[in-house]
Structures are given as structure tokens and as C-alpha cells.
């Protein structure tokens, strides 16, 4: 199962909005409405922030939304923030019964 | 809370097997399955596979089979994952979301350094 394809890194200036994208197939992304996105800071563990496509996990900032359209999904961080540089990454359930992380995306917040 | 809390981190010889404990509280351990990722120093994420604590089925990821034993203990709570592979890297454990289809939460991650 090969990894799905993220941008390497993402950068905008505070209270813009940036979008990361997560490229699949249609044996996992568009298969399922079953994309996740983690963020990470560094030395921490993940953390849920968008499951089931786009719905946010308790407590997480309506600042951050997820959409998908095919075999892309997408993160939007709107009002960008200094609290929001990190790392970002995707997860899909895939038709091998297992589920698969994105490559990551490091956001810089300039 | 809900909490995973992780074994320390260890530091292992070419060629040996090193057992990383996930200990879980907050929830009934046997209700929801467990999954455990792996990052390699500055690399990504990858998922390995996972257990389900009240059936003991297991699902590994291809590249992590052979050399990857899940294994959990209902009277402690606690999940378990040996490793034989000889990459220095953080494992971490984490719970399957309520409603499933996502990892949360997670553990804090344990560091496994091979150094001969």
C-alpha cells in the first residue's frame, strides 16, 4: 500500500487561509469517506483533528475544515496561526482492510 | 480521561526483539481496538496494523508482517507490540476513535534506539 501524496510543506502568513491536499486512489481515498487528518507537533504525538472527511474531532478550532472531491482529500486552515505550524498528515481506510498515512505536510506559519 | 500511556524507551542490539507496552484507562479496554504507527527519526508516519483487545484478531499492514507480534492483556489493560526489525524509530499506540475510521487518542510514543 503506497503512501498518499501530500505536499512536502505549505506556508501563509497569519489570518490567511492554506489548504493541504492528500491524493489517493479510488482503492482508498475515493473509496471512502473514511479520511482523517492528524496534526503533530515537533517531539509530540499526533493529535485528531478532522475524521469521516470532515467532521472535527472534539474541541478542535472550526478554523480547520476538510473536504474531498474524487481521490483528493483536502485540509483548509482558515485564519492561519502561529499555534498552527506543525505537521500535518492524512489517513485513509483502504480496501486491503488496513489504513494508510499521507507522506505529510510541515506548515509554516511566516 | 481516556489515556494511553506508553512504556519508556529502549535501546536494543542488532538482531534482538523488543517488547513496547500501551497501557490504557478511561474506557473498557475490550471495547475498541487498538493500532500502532511507526516514525522513523524525521520521516512519517506508518501504520503497522492493530488488535482488537476482546477478540485478539489481529491486521497488519504487509510491510510490517514478520517482523511485528501484537498481543494484548484484558486484566491490565494493556496492549502490547514486540518488534524485530533493526530501525531506530517512535512507536506509537493509539485507540480507535468512538465511531471508528480514525486514531484517537494517542499514546505519548516510545523511542526505540538499535545500537550495537
Known amino acids: 500500500q503506497s503512501a498518499l501524496t501530500q505536499p512536502a510543506s505549505v506556508s501563509g502568513s497569519p489570518g490567511q487561509s492554506i489548504t493541504i491536499s492528500c491524493t489517493g486512489t479510488?482503492?482508498?481515498?475515493?473509496?471512502?469517506?473514511?479520511v482523517s487528518w492528524y496534526q503533530q507537533h515537533p517531539g509530540k504525538a499526533p493529535k485528531l483533528m478532522i475524521y469521516?472527511?470532515?467532521n472535527r474531532s472534539s474541541g478542535v478550532s472550526n478554523r480547520f475544515s476538510g473536504s474531498k472531491s474524487g481521490n483528493t482529500a483536502s485540509l483548509t486552515i482558515s485564519g492561519l496561526q502561529a499555534e498552527d505550524e506543525a505537521d500535518y498528515y492524512c489517513?485513509?481506510?483502504?480496501?486491503?482492510?488496513?489504513?494508510?498515512f499521507g507522506t505529510g505536510t510541515k506548515v509554516t506559519v511566516l | 480521561q481516556v489515556q494511553l500511556v506508553q512504556s519508556g524507551a529502549e535501546v536494543k542490539k542488532p538482531g534482538a526483539s523488543v517488547k513496547v507496552s500501551c497501557k490504557a484507562s478511561?474506557?473498557?479496554?475490550?471495547?475498541?481496538?487498538i493500532h500502532w504507527v511507526r516514525q522513523a527519526p524525521g520521516q512519517g508516519l506508518e501504520y503497522m496494523g492493530c488488535?482488537?483487545?476482546?477478540?485478539g484478531v489481529t491486521r497488519y499492514a504487509q510491510k510490517f508482517q514478520g517482523w511485528v507480534t501484537m498481543t494484548t492483556d484484558a486484566s491490565i489493560s494493556t496492549a502490547f507490540v514486540e518488534l524485530k526489525s533493526d530501525d531506530t524509530a517512535v512507536f506509537y499506540c493509539?485507540?480507535?476513535?468512538?465511531?471508528?475510521?480514525?486514531?484517537?487518542?494517542w499514546g505519548q510514543g516510545t523511542l526505540v534506539t538499535v545500537s550495537s
Open positions: 489517513s485513509s481506510w483502504t480496501s486491503s482492510a488496513n489504513y494508510v
Open positions: 469521516d472527511v470532515g
Open positions: 488488535i482488537h483487545p476482546n477478540s
Open positions: 493509539a485507540r480507535d476513535r468512538v465511531g471508528g475510521w480514525a486514531f484517537d487518542p
Open positions: 478511561g474506557y473498557t479496554f475490550t471495547d475498541y481496538y
Open positions: 479510488s482503492s482508498d481515498v475515493g473509496g471512502y469517506n473514511y
